[in-house]
């Protein structure tokens, strides 16, 4: 590791002992592969014309349900990739290597070097929360990997890993939405009800509880203009199976709407222990827990009414660079394939593979540094909407649209309908935030 990287590592700021000791981890795999340079290639070099694109997903785990659709979306990959694609004047392969980051930091940075120095592949891309993006980022820009990423919002990924806006990173790149688009849509999902302000808070001692929390970024910081009073019992470890002091201050103050940001496990408990001790919130818009239909499903008839942020849907009016789907085609090829419904992820994972052969494509195959100059430069459509790092809001990020919904019951389920589109006018509404009862 040169002195550089060093300066880098030692000041990107450390939220939690957990993310230190990450860090520290990622110095020890960073001087690895600088002990081994002088033996080994580069290690994107590789002799075969083969594009190889690693991934880093919570395939287990409290996260695994972001990794939902994830077989299918790879499936479809390689047979759309059967026949290579072309770039430079040649044809390369398409190989696609999967490593379970089992829902911790510390593994999804490890199975990201092995990405990088046993299989050598050419650009590393991820998904599904800081948990993941984060170390899986922090690893590939140590080790000159290219890197693209989604599925965090914004600052939780760019502030979290010690970003500076005046300087950004060299070798990862990231989009999604950010806490102002949420904040954005939670609020104005709450305006369309008669309510008295006073929102209970769930947010974790995670970095997505800590970023949403946060007093200056987050929720808090709207409270006044919108006239919230939050109840906040402070950050809790997850995974939590009691959350009997949230209740009993909630129904203190008179709580009428619940947010937070927590996993499917921990919203369970809390829902069922609301439920037992007789605590009806009028509108509960929870992120994480309650946007994907399995575990909506899981929750069972008191997910009706359930209200969170969507940040794609069939209903998104957009297609895929690579195969030429539209959102609601892509959804239904899933539910066909699989028997399930679509889930939010399926979009963004699906994505993924758009910017990266893009970006392959305008590189014309000539190396590392090429294929981040053309990461960088990237300009595209995509199934999840417009992507380009050129606009930010910082260095090294693009965002995408973001609405809110709410779980209706539909037959033997629940369908999610779009409700809330003030950030976000070209997704068609669906229907009207109804409350809870």
Not at 364 to 369: D, I, P, S, V
Not at 393 to 398: D, E, H, L, Q, R
Request: aromatic content about 10%; some cysteine; hydrophobic content about 40%.
């Amino acid at each position: 590791m040169n002195d550089t990287e060093n300066d880098k590592t030692k000041l990107a700021p450390t939220r939690t002992h957990a993310e230190a000791d990450r860090r520290a981890a990622l110095k020890s795999l960073a001087g690895w592969a600088a002990a081994g340079a002088g033996t080994l290639h580069a290690p994107w070099v590789h002799a075969a014309e083969t594009f190889k694109i690693g991934i880093v997903s919570p395939q287990t785990g409290p996260l695994a349900v972001f990794a939902e659709p994830d077989a299918f979306v790879f499936g479809e990959m390689k047979k759309h990739f059967a026949n290579g694609i072309k770039a430079g004047g040649k044809t390369y392969a398409v190989e696609i290597i999967v490593k379970d980051s089992q829902s911790n930091s510390n593994r999804a940075a490890e199975v990201t070097s092995e990405l990088i120095l046993k299989h050598k592949v050419d650009i590393v891309v991820a998904g599904s929360t800081p948990e993941t993006t984060n170390p899986v980022a922090d690893t590939c820009e140590l080790n000159g990997m290219p890197c693209v990423t989604n599925d965090t919002p914004w600052q939780p990924h760019f502030f979290g890993r010690g970003g500076d806006p005046k300087k950004g990173f060299e070798w990862t790149y990231h989009f999604f939405w950010g806490l102002e688009d949420v904040v954005a849509v939670y609020t104005g999902l709450w305006e369309k009800l008669p309510h008295n302000g006073v929102v209970g808070a769930l947010w974790p001692n995670d970095p997505d509880g800590n970023a949403w929390g946060d007093a200056k970024l987050g929720f808090p910081a709207v409270a006044a203009a919108k006239k919230l009073k939050f109840i906040d019992k402070g950050r809790f470890q997850s995974p939590a199976d009691d959350f009997s002091a949230q209740i009993i201050e909630f129904k203190k103050n008179h709580v009428e709407i619940v947010s937070g940001v927590i996993p499917p496990p921990d919203f369970g408990n809390f829902w069922a222990q609301a439920g037992q001790q007789g605590f009806k919130p009028k509108i509960v818009t929870v992120g994480k827990a309650t946007e994907f239909p399995a575990a909506i499903n899981a929750f069972g008839p008191r997910s009706n009414g359930l209200s969170v942020e969507v940040w794609w849907s069939p209903s998104h009016p957009f297609k895929s660079s690579l195969t030429g789907q539209s959102s609601a085609e892509l959804a239904a090829a899933y539910t066909k394939a699989t028997g399930r419904q679509w889930s939010m992820p399926l979009g963004f994972k699906h994505s993924l593979f758009e910017v990266a052969v893009a970006a392959f494509v305008k590189s014309e195959g000539k190396g590392a540094k090429a294929l981040r100059d053309a990461i960088k430069a990237t300009d595209l459509r995509t199934i999840v909407g417009p992507i380009n790092f050129a606009k930010g809001p910082v260095p090294n990020v693009a965002k995408t649209p973001l609405v809110g919904g709410q779980w209706k019951k539909q037959g033997s389920g629940f369908e999610l309908v779009i409700v809330e589109n003030g950030q976000a006018t070209m997704v068609p509404l669906g229907g009207k935030l109804e409350p809870i009862v």
